[in-house]
């Protein structure tokens, strides 16, 4: 904007004298009027000639004068008219094309503070019509278009080894709600909704109501799921408290469909449309649920979920229960250890293999009580049996990562002991060569320590991990037991043959007993027999049993022999 003609307001915006900006145009015209009469006294002043010729010479310089001066005066105030003429083209094109001109807003006077009003005021109003493109108008979320430039944003920023959740809501009964109660009370539900989900938010979340009965929410930088479903639960939860509307009370359901980045899509058409989906199958189930976009994810996501949920309560609820395996000693055929296997029938789940559950116990921290529980109760069940006049067994139980790390194990394994009053000679303890990965030093330190009271040590699953043969020598172990899986196809599978001798060479080598775990025929068993291992446990001979069943195997099982 070319502000040259402002040059002339500039200089007399300076004076001080009159303060006004109508005080200023006054003063200007009250000058440039007087000019004919000051040079009418001036000349009147300088030349007494009366002669006519001098008159018509006086009233010349006067007319002269009075042009020269009307012209000044004009031109002076039509300079220091210019900030009015320049906010009125700045206005115009903001009206016509939505165009921003700044004006100056240095200036004081009355003019000046107009100019800076006119450059906020169109601040304002562009920050209005902002909104009133990118927002919703009834509840001031976010709308479709601004949402989907978050998500834009997200899939460009999102870190490789992270994700972002788009979860998107649907409120069941807005149609009925508005036709049986009039918009009106629709438009205040759709308020209290967002207000709803906006208490649930944390920082980082963007909030949209895509229109109708949607909302949408997208939660970044998260690294699995779990936020996802905690924040639809708690929703869903919410939203299925009634809503108190004009002195009703009324009652909505939700449905939910979840889409995550960048497992479901990488695109945001993708996306929303997955999450669109999602939403579909969800309203084909019962109210007030969610769901993934990926039906196995979502099935799979949810078990995980329930199981989380329901093994917090599993001990309490006494839904844990040890089932033990004979272990059998191939040079006298004699029953000699039992391993300690969990169970856990849940009403809801049913029956939930230990493989499954003793994962997501490790996750969770649970690992700790359970683990303990396993531990004492399998001591507990072995003195018994001594008791009750059965031989002794060892009694093998399976301690998991979590359980391995925790600075209190020894201390809670002398306590068992104590408290169980079994020998020290009749536990097991079998560990896998996960927990060796991290921290092999500090591993050996603690089997060390186990060691020096008597425990035996089994390494499980042989040959499934990540055997290193370098830390095997300097492990403080008794047992390798080879895993089912060499086991399974050790008569037919010459690999699985070539391995399973392998390692028990292995054993034999560093003096190490071998067991065999998960025989199931004749042929495996005579064939581990011929190779050389020292005990072999599988279903060729029992599965694991409950107490009382195992009790009775052992007796027929000795009384046969
Ligand atoms: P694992 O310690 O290697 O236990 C052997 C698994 O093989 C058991 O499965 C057992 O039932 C199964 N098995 C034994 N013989 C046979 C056979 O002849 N054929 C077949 N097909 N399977 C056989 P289970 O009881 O389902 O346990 C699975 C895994 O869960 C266990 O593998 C162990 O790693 C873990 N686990 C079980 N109980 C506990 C526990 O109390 N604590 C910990 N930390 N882990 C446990
Ligand atoms: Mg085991
Ligand atoms: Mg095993």
Redesign the pocket.
């Known amino acids: 904007m070319n502000l040259d003609s402002l040059k002339f307001y500039s200089l007399v915006s300076r004076w001080t004298f009159p303060k006004t900006y109508p005080g200023k145009i006054m003063l200007v015209a009250f000058i440039g009027t007087h000019i004919p009469l000051i040079v009418l006294i001036i000349d009147a002043a300088f030349s007494s000639a009366t002669t006519p010729r001098a008159i018509v010479s006086t009233l010349i310089i006067t007319l002269i004068a009075t042009l020269v001066g009307t012209a000044a005066t004009l031109y002076a105030i039509h300079h220091l008219l210019s900030p009015v003429v320049l906010t009125s083209k700045v206005l115009r094109k903001y009206l016509k094309q939505r165009q921003r001109t700044n004006l100056p807003n240095n200036f004081q006077d009355e003019v000046g503070t107009l100019m800076a009003d006119t450059n906020r005021t169109l601040g304002k109003l562009d920050e209005i019509i902002e909104h009133l493109t990118d927002y919703d108008s009834l509840t001031g979320l976010p709308n479709r278009e601004l949402f989907q430039t978050h998500l834009q944003q997200a899939i460009q920023t999102t870190a490789e080894d992270q994700q972002f959740a788009l979860i998107v809501l649907d409120i069941d009964s807005l149609k009925e709600i508005n036709s049986t109660l009039g918009r009106i009370v629709g438009d205040l539900l759709l308020r209290k909704v967002a207000q709803r989900i906006i208490s649930y938010i944390e920082p980082g979340d963007v909030v949209a109501r895509f229109g109708g009965d949607e909302f949408a929410i997208l939660r970044t930088n998260i690294i699995n799921s779990d936020s996802a479903i905690i924040l639809s639960n708690r929703l869903l939860e919410s939203l299925s408290e009634p809503f108190s509307l004009y002195g009703k009370e009324i009652h909505c359901a939700a449905k939910i469909g979840i889409t995550i980045y960048p497992f479901d899509g990488t695109s945001i058409e993708q996306l929303l449309q997955n999450a669109d989906t999602a939403i579909h199958q969800a309203k084909q189930e019962s109210l007030n649920t969610y769901q993934f976009y990926s039906p196995a994810i979502n099935a799979q996501l949810k078990r995980i979920l329930a199981i989380k949920e329901n093994l917090r309560h599993a001990l309490k609820r006494q839904e844990l229960s ?2 033990y ?1 004979p272990r059998i000693e191939i040079a006298t055929s004699r029953l000699v250890a039992v ?5 856990w029938q849940n009403p809801e789940l049913g029956f939930v ?3 499954e559950f ?1 994962p997501i ?2 996750e969770t921290n649970l ?1 700790m009580p ?2 303990e529980w ?2 004492y109760n ?1 001591c507990l069940q072995n003195k018994r049996w001594q008791q009750e006049g059965i031989a002794p067994l060892r009694m093998s ?4 990562i ?2 391995f790390k925790q600075t209190t194990l020894i201390e809670t394994i002398d306590r068992i002991l104590r408290d169980t009053n079994l020998d020290v000679a009749y536990l097991e303890l ?1 560990i ?1 060569e996960s927990l060796l990965v991290k921290n092999v030093e500090q591993a050996i330190a603690i089997l060390r320590e186990l060691k020096k009271r008597g425990i035996s040590i089994a390494l ?2 042989f040959g499934t991990g990540y055997s290193s043969l370098s830390y095997l020598q300097k492990l403080p172990i008794d047992t390798l ?1 080879i ?2 899986s060499f ?2 196809n050790i008569a037919s599978n010459p690999d699985d043959a070539a391995i399973s001798k392998a390692i028990v060479a292995l054993a034999q080598s560093l003096e190490l007993n071998i067991t065999a ?4 025929t004749k042929a495996q068993y005579h064939y581990l027999q011929n190779q050389g291992c020292h005990e072999v ?4 001979f029992s ?2 049993l409950p107490s009382e069943q195992l009790k009775k195997f052992v007796l027929s099982y000795c009384g046969s022999r």
């Open positions: 040890i089932y395996q391993e300690a296997l969990l169970r293999s230990p493989a003793i116990a490790e690992i359970i683990g396993v531990l399998a139980v399976n301690l998991s979590g359980q079998e896998t499980d699953d037991k895993d089912r086991v399974t775990e998960g025989v199931e446990q599988g279903y060729y599965k694991p």
